[in-house]
């Protein structure tokens, strides 16, 4: 059931669809020895074979997408036999908070690309993004799937951090694919996301949820923090 508070983020997010949803397609996958295709991940990355760690099937009651976990060939990864359950457990997480947030929902195939490099330094108006700031980053160019970076973080996390933050970019291609014209980097963008990640992985900060319903029938959407 939906909650009632997330009703009226909802509600935002609807007069978005209602005028930019694009209609759902098949999509294939990119090559990773196609250097377009990898700069859409990490322009540091080099044509190469990928190996896959993982493919999963997300469904929700809109319809299903593929997702898929590699790294390249050249750039050996964990080798945690955890890792491939996680992706999973991913996939479920994503197709379950889906459907609790309903609506016209759209998602196309989605790839994960983990690196051993830590993200990059990125310029902006606010100063930018340090080296290393922060852990996954999905982009709305699509290539032709949507392309989501993972990168190693600065310090240990565990498989629950994973899927948290991996739900968190994946709504950014539900985002890219339901909502084509809806501002990067707005409030509204990363707050739904955020809010999404809590009900894909709700054992982490459980009081989010709550504390959000509880706010919303007094604080504006644009003052509240996430």
């Given amino acids: 059931m939906i909650r009632a508070a997330w009703g009226l983020l909802a509600l935002c997010l609807g007069l978005f ?11 294939d996958f990119g090559q990773c020895t196609d ?13 190469q074979d990928c190996d896959t760690i993982e493919t999963a099937e ?9 997702l898929r976990a590699v790294h390249p060939h050249g750039m050996p990864i964990t080798d945690s036999p955890a ?4 992706i999973r457990e991913l996939a479920a997480a994503v197709g ?4 609790a947030m309903g609506g016209d929902l759209q998602l196309g195939n989605v790839t994960i ?12 108006p606010d100063g930018g993004l340090d080296k290393g700031a922060y852990t996954a980053a999905a982009h709305s160019v699509r290539a032709p799937e949507c392309p989501v970076a993972y990168y190693k973080e600065m310090h240990r996390a565990g498989g629950n951090d994973l899927v948290f933050v991996l739900s968190h970019e994946i709504f950014h291609c539900i985002q890219y694919r339901t909502w084509p014209r809806m501002p990067e980097e707005g409030w509204l963008t990363e707050a739904s996301a955020e809010y999404f990640a809590y009900l894909a992985k709700s054992g982490i900060g459980p009081g989010y949820i709550p504390n959000f319903d509880a706010e919303i029938q007094s604080i504006a959407l644009d003052r509240m923090t996430y």
């Fill in 17 to 27: 669809a209602g005028v930019f949803a694009l209609p759902a397609h098949a999509d």
């Fill in 35 to 47: 250097a377009t295709y990898l700069g859409h991940f990490d322009d540091r990355l080099s044509p």
């Fill in 58 to 66: 997300i469904h929700w009651r809109g319809g299903s997408a593929t």
């Fill in 83 to 86: 890792l491939p359950g996680r």
């Fill in 96 to 99: 379950t908070a889906m459907d």
């Fill in 113 to 124: 690309m983990f690196t051993s490099y830590v993200s990059p330094q990125e310029d902006g």
